[in-house]
């Protein structure tokens, strides 16, 4: 007898409103439709939503396969900057997507000792690609890197802002603690986790290069999705600007969109939504304990206000004893554990749950984050996002209160939950409206250990 295939997780959205991936380039040896599946948005301006495989944002990811997929695009990067052929990952990246044992970690090791430092700004943007953005720069080796934010902090000045057209919170500032930084001359690489038209980017480019000039630009994405009436415009901005500007993505492809698919997700969300069974609301029976993870004084928790290579060279040297320490934490007889971040703070839970996932070999430890984002939840194997954990925001954002979301903590109907959850949030965000709004989720779930790091305040 023929066994059946596994749905695959894009195969619900397609069948009810025609979505299709369809691949392009493999420059990396895998196609699109290896990296992403797709889920419905809580959006009218975007029915769709890409979910990555190798972002670790809405879904729970092996944070060594999110961290190496992040260096291999940084690769990418680093070979077309020097004019090289990049270094290529062999089957290690399409073996760590089907989960074969040992291949993420391969694929990270391989990619984590930058071969010649390149010297670049790197720029990441809020909030998906704030961690990918990071991993470019690491792989680099001598890049400044900065990413955008949406959370204005005193003693900070504005080095500018631009919009993002289809996104649910638009607003996006650039914070350096020290503008000079960008005023270099030298390339800039601007890094998201995918190239839908590139607007966004391009719009990006032309606002910096009206205040700083320069020669060189790169596009860096997971997917480019991008047609050809959106290359043009790249190559025309170029030509008008005076400047190169490439593009660089793990896969190439294109996603299909029926002319109605605004319509008819927006009313597949309200019909779903009138039809959905109130959510548990379990007793918060577990645990919340908090570790006193003594982050190095000084060093910058990401780069919202900056992060040097010397940052990543201290952070790489405090790795595994804090890592030991959440292991200490997290006590006897874990098998599956989640490391959860907080919105724009992607790469400090990364790089712990990368460090704790090689302190404790035997346990599998997956790494998402919180977003803004809303998305719709299906239980569902064909569907990318399987639950979803709403819970009050807790940090006094700019615009104002509202729900956030974790998807795929809870465990799905046919899956196996966490046993243990760390949330890793920065000082600012861990507020009494957290202690009662997210961790009291979670503790339903599994007993939970908070990490708290600090925040960069202004001077």
Known sequence: MTAVPPARPGSWVASRLGVRLTDGPRPVGVGLADLVGLAVRRNPRRAHLLVSAVLGKHVPTDPRLVYGSGLLLGELVRARLRGEEPSQPGSLLADALRGVAGSAAGLRDRLRAPQIPVD??????????????????DALGGAYYLHSTRRP?????????????????????????????????????????????????????????AVRPRDHYVLAALVDLRGPADRARMDDLGARLGARIDAVALAGGHVDLPGD???TG??????????????????????????????PAGLPDGGRHGFLPEHRTRLEKDLARMA???????????????VLGFEELM???LR???????????????????????????????YAIRTRVAFPAHDDPADGPGERYAYNVSPASDGNGFDRIVFTVDDIGDTPALSGGLLERLRALAPVLVAAIPARRGE
């Open 347 to 349: 790469y400090a839970p």
């Open 266 to 295: 927006e009313a597949l969300v309200a019909a779903l939504t009138a039809r959905a069974a109130p959510a548990d609301q379990a007793a918060a029976g577990f645990t919340v304990s908090r570790l006193a993870l003594e982050w």
């Open 153 to 209: 902090v005193a003693g900070f000045g504005m080095y500018g802002g631009f919009e993002e057209e289809h996104s649910h919170a638009t607003s996006h500032l650039l914070l350096p603690a020290n503008p000079a930084a960008l005023d270099r001359d030298v390339p800039m690489v601007l890094v998201d986790d995918e190239l839908s038209t590139g607007r966004t980017v391009l719009n990006t480019i032309a606002a910096l290069h």
């Open 352 to 382: 712990l749950a990368e460090a704790l996932a090689d302190a404790l070999p035997g346990v599998d430890v997956r790494y998402s984050t919180t977003t803004r984002s809303p998305v719709l939840a299906v239980d569902d194997p064909g």
């Open 261 to 263: 698919i605004l319509e």
């Open 120 to 137: 670049a700004i790197v720029l990441g943007y809020a909030e998906t690609a704030t961690a990918l953005g990071h991993s470019v720069a």
């Open 324 to 338: 030991d320490a959440v292991a200490a934490g997290l006590g006897d007889g874990a098998s599956r554990v989640l």
